[in-house]
């Protein structure tokens, strides 16, 4: 099982940008996503999630608003469009999967850096 993040980078508060997980070894349809962030020193924070069919998502009060999670079962592949960034969403991103009866995540990639600054 891999999960492959990607899209990470420094860019000023205010922009955008837009994170991807590829999903390769699992049957990506059946599993829950979601997409976590830990900056150094703190602990893991559940960014957002999304079911498996993309009915149903989930964010963190930090970035309701702002962030926006979805899925391309066709592509295996899960998004987190992230707008109006601020200097406190500087982390590494990790992209995680769950079986839907899970309650905590089966598999995780292995993060992309985040820096939000000026």
């Known amino acids: 099982v891999q999960l492959q993040a990607s899209g990470g980078g420094l860019v000023q508060p205010g922009g955008s940008l837009r994170l991807s997980c590829v999903v390769s070894g699992l049957p990506f349809s059946e599993y829950v996503m979601a997409w976590l962030r830990q900056d150094s020193g703190e602990e893991r924070e559940p960014v957002a999630s999304?079911?498996?069919?993309?009915?149903?998502?989930t964010y963190g009060d930090s970035v309701k608003g702002r962030f926006t999670i979805s899925r391309d079962n066709a592509r295996n592949t899960v998004y987190l469009q992230m707008n109006s960034l601020k200097s406190e969403d500087t982390a590494v991103y990790y992209c995680a999967a769950k079986e839907r009866m899970h309650l905590k995540y089966d598999y995780w990639g292995q993060g992309t850096q985040v820096t939000v600054s000026s």
């Open positions: 999304i079911t498996t069919t993309g009915g149903h998502t």
